[in-house]
C-alpha cells in the first residue's frame, strides 16, 4: 500500500513540474512580453474611457501595439499561451505590469500635480489684484 501511495506521489509531484506547452520558436522575451501585456492594459483602459479620441486618431490598439514592437498575432498568441502555461511565471509577469503601471501611475500625477502649480504660480503673478496691489500710489502733496 505504500508503494502505490509512493508511487501516485511521484507521479502527480512530476507531472506538475511538466511543461503542457513546447517552448515556441518565436517565443517573445518575457521583458518584451511584459511591455506588450502593460500597453494593452493601457490602451484597454484608454479604450473604454475615452473611445471616440482613439477613433479620431484612427487608432487601433492591437494593430497598434503589434506593429510597435514588431510582432504579428500569431507570435502573440503563441507566447501568451506558452506564459500561461507556467502559473508561476505568468503570475510575475502579472505583478511586474501592476508596479509598472502603479510608477506611471504615480509620475503622472506628480506631473499633473507641478504642471498645477505652475499655472497657479504664473496666474498670481498675472493676477489683476496683485498687480493694483503693486501700483505705488501717488503722492499728491502740494
Known amino acids: ?9 511521484f507521479v ?7 511543461k503542457l506547452m ?10 518584451k512580453m511584459i511591455n506588450i501585456l502593460k500597453d494593452f492594459t493601457i490602451l484597454n483602459s484608454a479604450k473604454n474611457t475615452s473611445a471616440i479620441v482613439l477613433q479620431d486618431h484612427n487608432i487601433e490598439a492591437t494593430e497598434f ?9 500569431l507570435q502573440f498568441v503563441t ?3 506558452y506564459y500561461a502555461s507556467l502559473p508561476n511565471e505568468y503570475e510575475a509577469i502579472y505583478i511586474e505590469i501592476e508596479k509598472r503601471i502603479s510608477v506611471q501611475k504615480d ?11 505652475m499655472e497657479l504660480r504664473d496666474k498670481l503673478r498675472e493676477s489683476p489684484l496683485k498687480k493694483a496691489k503693486s501700483k505705488k500710489p501717488k503722492n499728491n502733496l502740494p
Not at 505504500?2 to 501516485?8: A, D, F, G, N, T
Not at 502527480?12 to 513540474?17: H, I, T
Open 12 to 18: 502527480f509531484m512530476y507531472s506538475c513540474g511538466e
Open 107 to 117: 509620475q503622472m500625477s506628480e506631473a499633473k500635480r507641478l504642471k498645477d502649480s
Open 79 to 81: 507566447s501568451d499561451k
Open 22 to 31: 513546447e517552448k515556441p520558436e518565436d517565443l517573445i522575451p518575457k521583458e
Open 1 to 9: 500500500m505504500k508503494k502505490v501511495l509512493y508511487i501516485l506521489l
Open 65 to 73: 501595439i503589434f506593429s510597435k514592437y514588431g510582432i504579428d498575432s
